[in-house]
């Protein structure tokens, strides 16, 4: 555990000049005073809550302030299953866009552009400064997040492309896995012994359902896919795993940050997100001498349809993630593949088969089991 304090009723340094400021001491940054101890930082602006989310501990030697971000079950499971809807629903809208001629560089601006609005607006209404409000020590931690969610929403965007979206959602969610090891190394988090055999199960119920898809040549049933040959599918597949891994990633960076309000993160990530695609956008215009901004009014209309799933999505998962440890999280998040196969049933005229059936049935349960058992702990 962090050893944080805090010291109440001290006089502000030059950055806060507050009467009667609260302050924190903690092991975890590497902030330095001149006699290199650690120094005291300002903490109800500094990580980003609201003052009546800590709680107050008579020391008796002194009056401390000690920062105990309580784990929710509920907001984890009500987050990251907020976040697998939006996310269908913007995978959907994606794979009507790109055939349609909409740039992976114009809509990656376009869905951070909006993202910030929102985040700003709610900033401002908040009254949180996003800057002075953010740890130095966790300024890397947000740049690798920034960069790890961006490529994979260009990536799965550009998979959408090449592969049925619940094919992607089955090699998509070995991230349960993954995002539980890196969690546990990076952030330390716990891995209950009923969460690994629930992670297998449902690791039992994604290979019952990609051996059901083994050889088969998708772009002859999903029409969204165009002519995509089997090797480009092949490497779609392989493109899915690395995603897999970029989700993991980011899950455990959201963690690491969970002290933090889900507002100054998001503001922070959609700025650096949109800087990023100004660049890229720019590089695209020169080499193709043409501004690809400029679309029809129906794609206007999808956009916008897009943007406003992704907001959800992505502060969903940003949520999700800071309310509780990464093995429940990410196992709740297996109901991707659900939504996926309801989607290309629905939408996309993809019937699926008895082992699929099987497979998702199998996850859907075990995911509402557990849910169900750490609602009722909680």
């Not at 950055?15 to 902030?31: A, K, P, R, V």
């Not at 002519?227 to 960076?253: E, N, S, Y």
């Amino acid at each position: 555990m962090l050893n944080q304090k805090a010291l109440l009723d001290n006089k502000s340094n030059n950055d806060y000049e507050q009467e009667e400021s609260i302050y924190y001491l903690t092991e975890e940054h590497d902030f330095k005073s001149q006699n290199n101890g650690p120094v005291l930082t300002y903490v109800s602006d500094m990580m980003g809550r609201d003052d009546d989310s800590f709680i107050r501990i008579l020391d008796t030697s002194t009056q401390v302030l000690t920062n105990l971000s309580q784990d929710s079950h509920f907001k984890g499971f009500f987050y990251m299953n907020l976040f697998c809807m939006s996310q269908t629903g913007l995978n959907i809208i994606q794979k009507w866009l790109i055939p349609q001629g909409v740039t992976l560089s114009a809509f990656t601006l376009y869905r951070n552009a909006t993202n910030f609005t929102v985040i700003a607006t709610l900033v401002y209404l908040s009254g949180r400064r996003p800057f002075t409000d953010f740890p130095r020590s966790l300024r890397g931690t947000m740049v690798l997040r920034s960069i790890f969610g961006t490529i994979g929403f260009i990536g799965m965007a550009y998979n959408l492309t090449l592969l049925p979206m619940a094919v992607i959602m089955i090699i998509y969610q070995t991230n349960p896995f993954w995002n539980s090891l890196l969690s546990y190394w990076v952030n330390g988090d716990p891995v209950q012994k009923v969460e690994i055999v629930a992670m297998i199960i449902c690791f039992i119920g994604v290979v019952i359902i990609a051996t059901s898809k083994l050889g088969q040549d998708f772009s002859l049933t999903d029409t969204s896919l165009g002519d995509t040959t089997v090797a480009m599918q092949v490497g779609g597949g392989i493109l899915a795993f690395g995603l897999a891994w970029q989700f993991a990633i980011v899950g455990t960076l959201n963690r690491k940050m969970k002290d933090l309000h889900f507002t100054v993160i998001m503001y922070n990530h959609t700025l650096l997100g949109m800087f990023i695609a100004v660049i890229w956008l720019t590089i695209s215009a020169l080499v193709s001498q043409e501004i690809p901004l400029l679309y029809s009014a129906h794609q206007y209309w999808l956009i916008g349809a897009a943007c406003v799933c992704d907001v959800i999505s992505v502060n969903s998962l940003t949520i999700a993630y800071q309310a509780d440890k990464a093995a429940f999280v990410s196992l709740v998040g297996q109901l991707n593949i659900v939504y996926a196969f309801t989607a290309d049933y629905f939408i996309f005229d993809q019937v699926p088969s008895s082992l699929e059936i099987k497979g998702a049935a199998m996850i859907v349960c075990v995911t509402l089991f557990i849910g169900i058992l750490k609602l009722r702990k909680s």
